[in-house]
């Protein structure tokens, strides 16, 4: 494989990660996991960045590895702290990692959103378990709803007003069930 098709897997990757992110907005994982998996995404574009920068910016103190990833005796020794390839590789880095948390953080919600608004039926749905979860921030409830065809689905929203029995009012996806929202709770933080 060739230096610039090599260069060119990450942002490929990029856009698998975020287009998977989108259409499945109903990830079920730790704000923490959710963030390493977009850093390291996101992040995974350095080694592009460099090689871009380091062929536009020709410097015998440039290295064949992205600097970020040298020991610091051989960033000091070799001095590529003061090149440009380095420094616009660390500032488009930064960036793509703030572009990449916005981004798979806004097209899910949005995605999310459109599918409501064009394909959303309201239902009832009744609470089944309270549960406190570490991993997911808080008191957890389970609830499940039945959709148009009969069918049992069920889900997890943050709530602390909720009591096992209660009654809710839903709104799913005709198309994707599994997308759905509550409506009648007045205290709820977010769906997870």
């Given at each position: ?43 995974s ?68 959103e ?31 709803f ?5 069918i ?41």
């Open positions: 494989m060739k230096p610039y098709q090599r260069a060119l897997l990450p942002p490929i990757a990029i856009l698998f990660i975020t287009a998977f992110m989108a259409y499945f907005p109903n990830l079920k994982m730790g704000p923490m996991a959710y963030f390493f998996l977009v850093s390291f995404a996101y992040g574009s350095i080694f592009s960045f460099y090689y871009i920068f380091s062929q536009m910016f020709p410097d015998k103190r440039n290295t064949e590895i992205p600097p970020q990833f040298l020991r610091k005796e051989q960033i000091e020794l070799s001095g590529v702290r003061g090149t440009k390839a380095f420094q616009l590789t660390t500032n488009f880095s930064l960036l793509t990692v703030v572009i990449g948390l916005f981004a798979c953080y806004y097209l899910p919600l949005k995605y999310k459109n599918e409501l608004n064009q394909n959303g039926i309201k239902t009832k749905g009744i609470v089944t378990y309270e549960m406190y979860s570490k991993t997911n921030m808080g008191e957890i409830r389970g609830y499940k039945l959709d148009k065809s009969n049992n689905h069920s889900d997890i929203i943050k709530n602390k007003s909720l009591k096992e029995g209660d009654t809710i009012e839903i709104l799913y996806s005709s198309k994707r069930p599994d997308i759905n929202k509550i409506l009648s709770v007045n205290d709820e933080i977010f769906g997870i």
